[in-house]
T-cell receptor
Framework: ETGVTQTPRHLVMGMTNKKSLKCEQHLGHNAMYWYKQSAKKPLELMFVYNFKEQTENNSVPSRFSPECPNSSHLFLHLHTLQPEDSALYLC?????????????FGPGTRLLVL | AQSVSQHNHHVILSEAASLELGCNYSYGGTVNLFWYVQYPGQHLQLLLKYFSGDPLVKGIKGFEAEFIKSKFSFNLRKPSVQWSDTAEYFCAVRIQGAQKLVFGQGTRLTINP
């Protein structure tokens, strides 16, 4: 499945850096998601966008700032991160959020915060 | 709060053995249920899903899962595993009509040739 792409695949950043993660879906979906996958923890939903509008923020700290300019693109802007933010960040998309919309995942960006 | 439990964190089997991975969830209403798989170095892929109808669901690569509403369970099964089934398996649940997909912690499956 190559319908959801993410860049970069790996990222190392210092706590004072600002960086952005990019996600693009080629499936014609209208909903996009950011998840965080930490070692030995369940996948955690961070944000949901439906038709470019944010419809869920799962109590994510403000040092993570999402942006969804259109239904095909989703960004996660990072600034002043902490070492505990090191994780795999996954993007997903679906056709609809509350109907039978199965989520399709990208390969993820592995982030290391030093 | 809704939660999903996968009882086995790491399962090790030999090729041709039968597999059953447990998944239980804590929500009394109508749910949609999913199993995802993550092969080494690859992204999460959908194995199978249940929305309604026949509680025995067949997915890709010979996997199946059975929804038992009275037990709040959606266990994954395969009668005969292969070395290529080595991967991490995630159960996920969504309350019908809600946005949020809640994942279990995952089960790492290692198949010895």
């Amino acid at each position: 499945e190559t319908g959801v792409t993410q860049t970069p695949r790996h990222l190392v950043m210092g706590m004072t850096n600002k960086k952005s993660l990019k996600c693009e879906q080629h499936l014609g979906h209208n909903a996009m998601y950011w998840y965080k996958q930490s070692a030995k923890k369940p996948l955690e939903l961070m944000f949901v966008y439906n038709f470019k509008e944010q419809t869920e923020n799962n109590s994510v700290p403000s040092r993570f700032s999402p942006e969804c300019p259109n239904s095909s693109h989703l960004f996660l802007h990072l600034h002043t991160l902490q070492p505990e933010d090191s994780a795999l960040y996954l993007c997903a998309s679906s056709q609809g959020v509350v109907s039978e919309g199965t989520q399709y995942f990208g390969p993820g960006t592995r982030l290391l915060v030093l | 709060a809704q939660s999903v439990s996968q009882h086995n964190h790491h399962v090790i089997l030999s090729e041709a053995a039968s597999l059953e991975l447990g998944c239980n969830y804590s929500y009394g209403g109508t749910v949609n249920l999913f199993w995802y798989v993550q092969y080494p170095g690859q992204h999460l892929q959908l194995l199978l899903k249940y929305f309604s109808g026949d509680p025995l669901v067949k997915g890709i690569k010979g996997f199946e899962a059975e929804f038992i509403k009275s037990k709040f369970s959606f266990n994954l099964r395969k009668p005969s595993v292969q070395w290529s089934d080595t991967a991490e398996y995630f159960c996920a649940v969504r309350i019908q009509g809600a946005q949020k997909l809640v994942f279990g912690q995952g089960t790492r499956l290692t198949i010895n040739p």
